[in-house]
């Protein structure tokens, strides 16, 4: 069972930035995928940002080129550098955990908001 811990979450103004943080336990985390995701209220799980083992990136056109998602093997944590943030940014978010063998786990959220 792999546990994640997210941290950064907050309250910012428009055009702030924010750093979330997951660290997650385990061996197998170098080898695994690993993303982030929000949802905002009354709204649908999306993915923001995706960081593979092979460290090749992926994002959602909202937040291209003011998100970075990066991830430190060394200490099991997985990044997201979040700036020029929007109050439509404002969402639970939440980190996610792809393993080589095929389970998916999930962190138990941060919240983020941005007032205007």
């Known amino acids: 069972q792999v546990q994640l811990v997210e941290s950064g979450g907050g309250l910012v103004q428009a055009g702030g930035s924010l750093r979330l943080s997951c660290a997650a336990s385990?061996?197998?985390?170098?080898?695994?995928?690993m993303g982030w995701f929000r949802q905002a209220p009354g709204k649908p799980r999306e993915q923001v940002a995706l960081?593979?083992?092979?460290?090749?990136?992926n994002y959602a056109d909202s937040v291209k080129r003011r998100f970075t998602v990066s991830r430190d093997n060394a200490r099991n944590t997985v990044y997201l550098q979040m700036n020029s943030l929007k109050p439509e940014d404002t969402a639970v978010y939440y980190c996610?955990?792809?393993?080589?063998?095929?389970?998916?786990?999930w962190g138990q959220g941060t919240q983020v908001t941005v007032s205007s």
């Open positions: 996610s955990y792809s393993s080589p063998y095929g389970n998916v786990y």
């Open positions: 385990g061996s197998a985390f170098s080898f695994s995928d």
């Open positions: 960081i593979f083992s092979a460290g090749n990136t």
